[in-house]
């Protein structure tokens, strides 16, 4: 494992001033430890210690996952509205919301429903945990009127396909004898909203709903299931991918993005119409993320984990994308790294890599200031390290 402040890539200047350096911090969350805000704070902290001349700005950003309903709030504006829905395992989630922008659009977070981080490592069961809440939720904003829906799918407990959804949104299912495998949809009592609403599902990974790739196959060890866990879901999906593609003739089986947040963008698109989209080039759209980066001399992102199974439509590998074309020396801070890098980024690329953190669940605050002591060190000639 290369030491901290370990890779730099090239040899591009930087744009700007001699006596002040205008810094971007634009991180995603820590999973279970972080938010994608908190982390702003900790790093501008340690950047400030080391460097009271900095100018920094702070941009939190989110993928369609955890804190992606703060990011498109703080963007568009709005407010939280109260609702009733039931998390993974079928408890009430306390406090439960979703996002009304001022203009009009339902902002939902899945993670907020039925997230993995809701539930305690020990008590994880992906072959009950069900996305029914996600369908309360929809439901509730479909009867305030809602017509157009957006909907961030990541971090969730589930594996189901979206079948706890379109339960809760009124499809109904047969099973053969031997159960659990979905045969036959019938949608003469789904709610009467969802034809005329429009809806969108912002994705963090690319991911097929079935096969190596797939679902079960990637994700379902994430949230505890073991090898005859995975079976078992894989067999699942498949019966549910075959059920629809016998409903209404659509083929999610390998549908991009189907397999984001435990199939629910299959689901999403089966049974709502939605289209799925690159979550974190969404929520950077609409946080005019390109003017940030314009304004700026150097980038900061980061998240828990960067390796070589990270998706591209997460965060970091997106910041580097935006980041390369505009020629931003960027760094990265991650708690655990594996040495690779997207292809896709900025000549100078520095990682921020604290060695003896083993995931992300283990990062410090104090961590974070350090990185943040070290980029601005950096951030004076990046090209020089």
């Known amino acids: 494992m290369p030491d901290p402040a370990s890779v730099i890539i090239g040899d591009a200047g930087v744009p700007?001033?001699?006596?002040?350096?205008?810094?971007?911090?634009?991180?995603?969350?820590?999973?279970?430890?972080?938010?994608?805000?908190?982390?702003?704070?900790?790093?501008?902290?340690?950047?400030?210690?080391?460097?009271?001349?900095?100018?920094?700005?702070?941009?939190?950003?989110?993928?369609?996952?955890?804190?992606?309903?703060?990011?498109?709030?703080?963007?568009?504006?709005?407010?939280?509205?109260?609702?009733?829905?039931?998390?993974?395992?079928?408890?009430?989630?306390?406090?439960?919301?979703?996002g009304l922008t001022t203009g009009g659009i339902a902002v939902i977070e899945s993670a907020l429903i039925c997230g993995l981080c809701m539930i305690p490592e020990g008590a994880r069961d992906p072959l009950r945990a069900s996305s029914v809440g996600l369908g309360d939720v929809v439901r509730a904003a479909l009867d305030a009127g809602a017509l157009d829906v957006m909907i961030g799918l990541g971090g969730t407990a589930t594996v189901d396909g979206g079948l706890g959804m379109a339960l809760a949104l009124g499809y109904s299912f047969e099973e053969p004898a031997e159960g659990c495998l979905v045969s036959v949809i019938r949608a003469d009592d789904a709610h009467a909203g969802i034809p005329a609403a429009r809806f969108t599902s912002l994705c963090d990974v690319a991911s097929p709903l079935l096969g190596a790739q797939g679902a079960a196959a990637v994700f379902g060890p994430q949230k505890g299931a073991d090898h005859q866990d995975v079976m078992i879901l894989e067999m699942r999906l498949s019966a549910l991918a075959a059920a629809i593609q016998a409903w209404n003739g659509k083929d999610v089986r390998t549908l991009p993005r189907g397999g984001a947040a435990g199939g629910l963008g299959a689901g999403t698109a089966a049974f709502l119409g939605a289209r799925l989209v690159g979550g974190a080039d969404i929520v950077m759209d609409l946080l005019d993320f390109h003017d940030a980066l314009e304004s700026c001399e150097v980038v900061v992102t980061g998240?828990?984990?960067?390796?070589?199974?990270?998706?591209?439509?997460?965060?970091?590998?997106?910041?580097?994308?935006?980041?390369?074309?505009?020629?931003?020396?960027?760094?990265?801070?991650?708690?655990?790294?594996?040495?690779?890098?997207?292809?896709?980024?900025?000549?100078?690329?520095?990682?921020?890599?604290?060695?003896?953190?083993?995931?992300a669940s283990h990062m410090r605050s104090e961590d974070l200031v350090e990185a943040g002591r070290l980029i601005a060190a950096w951030s004076r000639n990046p090209e020089s390290h």
Do not use: M
């Open 16 to 98: 700007g001033s001699a006596t002040s350096v205008r810094i971007l911090l634009a991180p995603d969350k820590f999973r279970g430890t972080f938010t994608a805000a908190q982390v702003c704070d900790l790093l501008a902290r340690g950047l400030r210690d080391a460097d009271p001349s900095l100018e920094i700005r702070s941009l939190p950003l989110a993928d369609g996952g955890e804190g992606t309903l703060d990011a498109i709030l703080s963007a568009a504006g709005g407010s939280r509205i109260p609702v009733a829905a039931r998390g993974a395992l079928g408890a009430p989630v306390p406090d439960a919301v979703y």
């Open 303 to 359: 998240e828990g984990s960067l390796d070589a199974q990270t998706a591209p439509g997460k965060v970091v590998p997106s910041v580097l994308g935006k980041a390369a074309h505009l020629a931003r020396p960027t760094a990265v801070v991650v708690g655990r790294w594996d040495g690779s890098l997207p292809a896709a980024r900025p000549k100078i690329t520095k990682v921020f890599d604290r060695k003896d953190v083993t995931n």
